[in-house]
């Protein structure tokens, strides 16, 4: 299959592309679109056939469900029959935007959507690019990240087409995502809400919203134990991740490097600026002041994937502080992560 792309700016919609995109969507294709967060990978929610294209592309289990994006808010009464008044607190305050809401789904949403579960993911994304495709296709799309399973997150055009090209009709190039990490997954279906996964709506945020919040036991594991969930997230070059804070951090990633480059691997290191000096003589990519983790956030992605490019075996990276984007940062980062001398 050749796979087209479309550039389309997303401060001047030409809406006769977006279109063009939308038919495909109709006729059951599949399309990659930017979002805020991340390029997602978009298909007919209401069409199993198509929803089932999404996992073959992207080598996805079935068993891990997808998140349905709305233009309209009305939509969520179609595709949700139980929507509690939080839903709509959190929908005033975080829509269009990176919260991702798991309510009780209806009878039109199949079980394909939602791997068997009797809840459906939701969310309206803020991204004109992906609010026209949905209005224009006259559907709720679903779209996991454009990635292929167990890849880092693409967030411009150009990781989608190194993934998936040949494997999907056609990717919108909408230049680079602005959030950089995928959206909060909230469970509202219990009380006190839960985090499924932290994201670009921060905990502290939703808090302010809707007070207590949760977050959940598998998050809590991957806390507990970095590495113990590594398919997801990961580069092709292995991740070692460094919590230590202040001087001993800088000392533990100089060490770790060193032994690794002496054992022949081309090892790179992922550091804040503020400490981009600290670490003569090897090679380093900086995520962004630590003080600045929306920036971070947005660049983690890309910089994961540039190592990849150029072709490291080992990334040493240092972390970042866990509040606001740096849970969700330091989330994906303990998830890629393998434990220090396994390498
Ligand atoms: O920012 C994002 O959320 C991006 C863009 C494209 O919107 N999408 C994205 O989709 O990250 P994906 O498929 O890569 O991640 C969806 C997450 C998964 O962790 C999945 O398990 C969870 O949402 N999820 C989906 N439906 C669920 C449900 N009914 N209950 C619990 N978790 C659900
Ligand atoms: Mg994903």
């Given amino acids: 299959m050749k796979t087209k792309i479309l550039v389309i700016n997303p401060q001047r919609i030409d809406f006769a592309k977006i279109k063009i995109a939308a038919e495909e969507i109709k006729k059951g294709n599949l399309v990659a679109f930017p979002t805020e967060t991340v390029y997602g990978l978009g298909a007919d929610a209401l069409n199993e056939k198509a929803v089932a294209k999404i996992f073959q592309a992207k080598g996805r289990p079935f068993n891990d469900p997808l998140i349905a994006h709305i233009a309209d808010i009305k939509e969520l009464y179609r595709l949700s029959k139980k929507i509690p008044p939080v839903a709509l607190k959190l929908a005033e305050a975080f829509w269009p935007g990176p919260l991702t809401l798991v309510l009780r789904k209806s009878e039109l949403v ?118 113990m969930l590594n398919s997801h997230y990961s580069p092709q070059a292995k991740l070692i991740l460094v919590e230590e804070k202040g001087e001993s951090e800088v000392e533990e990633v100089r060490q770790l490097a060193s032994e690794y480059k002496g054992k022949g691997f081309k090892v790179g290191i992922m550091a804040k600026e503020e400490n981009q000096n600290e670490y003569n003589g090897f090679e380093v990519k900086i995520i962004g002041k ?22 490291f075996d080992i990334i040493i990276t240092e972390g970042l502080e866990e509040r606001g984007l740096g849970l969700a940062i330091m989330e994906r980062l303990r998830k890629a992560a393998v434990p220090k001398y396994e390498c």
């Fill in 110 to 227: 199949s079980d394909i959507v939602t791997s068997g579960l009797d809840t459906v993911a939701i969310r309206m994304p803020a991204d004109n690019i992906a609010l026209s495709l949905i209005r224009e296709a006259q559907t709720p799309i679903v779209a996991p990240s454009a990635n292929l399973f167990g890849r880092t997150s693409p967030t411009n055009a150009q990781h989608v087409v190194d993934d998936l090209d040949g494997k999907i009709e056609m990717i919108i190039d909408g230049g680079k995502t602005k959030v950089g990490v995928e959206s909060t997954v909230l469970d509202i279906t219990t009380k006190p809400a839960r985090v499924l996964r932290a994201g670009g709506i921060s905990v502290e945020k939703l808090k302010e919203v809707i007070g207590q919040v949760k977050i959940s036991k598998e998050l809590e594991e991957v806390f507990r134990s970095p590495g």
């Fill in 290 to 311: 630590g003080a600045e983790l929306e920036r971070c956030a947005a660049n983690l992605f890309a910089i994961l994937r540039s190592f990849d490019k150029d072709g």
